[in-house]
C-alpha cells in the first residue's frame, strides 16, 4: 500500500525534534560541565601524563593522591624541581620533586632519627616519623649512579604532603617511592644518565626513633658485630638502635645504655651527605677529625673512595659528650677498640656501596 506524504512528514518532524532536543542537552551537559569545573579537572589530570617533561609518573601519582583532583609543572624549573598541588585550596596535598647533581644538598645530613633504607636494589632511604606532628608528610632519596667516575650522579628526592590520611599507612609509603623511582628513572634515561634500576620497592620502613631500641644481643642490622659480649659489657652498652644494612645516603647505628641513652654513635654519609660533613670538618678543624693519637672527645673519621654518586664516603664515631664541658669530656672507653669498632663498621657499609677499603683522614 502507497503510503502518502501527509503520513511521512510529521513522523519526520518528530525525528527532527528528538534530535534538537539531544544537541541542546548535549550542549547543556557540557556548558554544565564547563562552568562546575569539569573541564578543568579534566585538562589538569590530562597535563599530568605529561608533566616534568614528561618524566612524571602520572599513574602513580594518581594512587597516591586518590580522588584528588591535581594539578601540576609542565616542566623541570630552573633549579630542577617538579611540582604536583591540589585543585583544592581546600587541601595541603601535594609533591615536589627535586632532580639535582651531588653537589650542595647538606639537608641529605639533617636527619632527626635514623632514615629507613629502600633496599631493592636502590641506594635510598625513606624519611617518616611515627612520633612526630605531621603524619601526613614523607620524603624519599634515591641517589643515582651515572657511571663508574666517584661522584658521577644524580639526586633525586620526593617530598609529599598527603593532606589526609598518613603515611603510617604502608601502602602510601610505597606509593610515594613508586612515584619517586618510576620518575627518577624516566628522568636518568632522559637526560643520559645511565643509573641501574632496581626493582619495585615493597614494606617500606620508617624513621627509627629513640623509643626503638632494643637489645645489644638482637642486633641483626648497622649495629651488628661491632662489639663482643664482653667488650659491651665493659663500655656499658645493653642497647642499640639500627637500621637494616640496605645502603643508604646516610646509615646510623647508636649503642646505648640500658633504656636506651645514647653513648656512642656510628656514622656513614655518602655522596652529598658526606661532603657536607666533610665541610663542617674542615671548618672546625678540631680533634673530631684525629684518627691516629687519642682524640680527647673521642671522636673519629675514615674515608673511602666510591664509584658513581657515593663520591668520598666519610664515617664517624662520636661519643656522648658532657653538655657543661664537652671539649674535656672523654668516656671511659678504650680508643684503640674504639677506633677498631668504626673499622668494622665503615668496612662493612663501604663494602655494599662497592667502595674501596676505608682509611683514615
Same mark, same amino acid.
Given at each position: ?49 605529561? $608533566?616534568? *617533561?614528561? +618524566?612524571?609518573? %602520572? &599513574?602513580? #601519582?594518581?594512587?597516591?593522591? =586518590?580522588?584528588?583532583? @591535581?594539578?601540576?609543572? !609542565? ?10 598541588? $591540589?585543585? *583544592?585550596? +581546600?587541601?595541603? %596535598? &601535594?609533591? #615536589?620533586?627535586?632532580?639535582? =647533581?651531588?653537589?650542595? @644538598?647538606?639537608?641529605? !645530613? ?25 603524619? =601526613? ?225
Amino acid at each position: 500500500m502507497e503510503v502518502s506524504d501527509d503520513v511521512r512528514f510529521p513522523r519526520s518532524r518528530r525525528v527532527r525534534r528528538a534530535a534538537a532536543w539531544t544537541v541542546t542537552a548535549a550542549v547543556l551537559a557540557g556548558a554544565l560541565f564547563w562552568v562546575s569545573g569539569g573541564y578543568d579537572s579534566w585538562r589538569d589530570d590530562r597535563a599530568l601524563d605529561s $608533566a616534568c *617533561d614528561g +618524566d612524571l609518573a %602520572a &599513574g602513580a #601519582v594518581r594512587e597516591l593522591f =586518590d580522588g584528588v583532583s @591535581l594539578t601540576s609543572s !609542565a616542566h623541570w624549573g630552573d633549579r630542577r624541581h617538579c611540582t604536583v598541588g $591540589a585543585s *583544592d585550596d +581546600d587541601t595541603d %596535598a &601535594g609533591l #615536589v620533586l627535586w632532580a639535582r =647533581d651531588t653537589e650542595g @644538598l647538606g639537608e641529605l !645530613a639533617d636527619v632527626g632519627g635514623f632514615d629507613a633504607p629502600l633496599g631493592h636494589g636502590w641506594t635510598g632511604s625513606f624519611r617518616f616519623d611515627p612520633d612526630g606532628e605531621d603524619p =601526613d608528610e614523607a620524603r624519599a632519596t634515591l641517589l643515582l649512579s651515572c657511571g663508574k667516575g666517584s661522584g658521577n650522579g644524580r639526586v633525586i628526592t620526593a617530598d609529599a604532603d598527603l593532606g589526609r590520611g598518613g603515611f603510617d599507612d604502608p601502602v602510601a609509603r610505597e606509593r610515594l617511592v613508586a612515584v619517586l623511582t618510576e620518575t627518577a628513572t624516566a628522568y636518568t634515561r632522559r637526560t643520559g644518565c645511565a643509573a641501574p634500576v632496581g626493582e619495585r620497592v615493597r614494606n617500606v620502613g620508617v624513621t627509627t626513633t629513640l623509643r626503638d631500641h632494643k637489645p645489644v644481643a638482637d642486633a641483626t642490622g648497622s649495629c651488628a658485630g661491632l662489639l663482643d659480649g664482653g667488650t659491651a659489657a665493659r663500655w656499658g652498652v645493653r642497647t642499640v638502635r639500627e637500621i637494616p644494612t640496605a645502603p643508604a645516603p646516610v646509615e646510623d647505628c647508636a649503642l646505648g645504655g640500658l633504656r636506651g641513652t645514647f653513648l656512642y654513635g656510628f656514622t656513614a654519609r655518602y655522596g652529598p651527605a658526606a661532603a657536607w660533613e666533610q665541610t663542617r670538618l674542615d671548618h672546625r678543624r678540631d680533634a673530631e677529625a684525629r684518627t691516629g693519637a687519642d682524640a680527647p672527645n673521642a671522636r673519629y673519621v675514615l674515608t673511602a673512595r666510591c664509584p658513581g654518586v657515593g663520591g668520598t664516603a666519610l664515617f664517624q664515631v662520636g661519643a656522648l659528650h658532657d653538655v657543661d664541658a664537652p671539649e674535656l669530656a672523654a668516656p671511659a672507653v678504650d680508643h684503640e677498640e674504639l677506633r677498631a669498632a668504626l673499622r668494622r663498621f665503615a668496612e662493612r657499609s663501604a663494602k655494599n656501596h662497592s667502595c674501596e677499603e676505608p682509611r683514615a683522614v
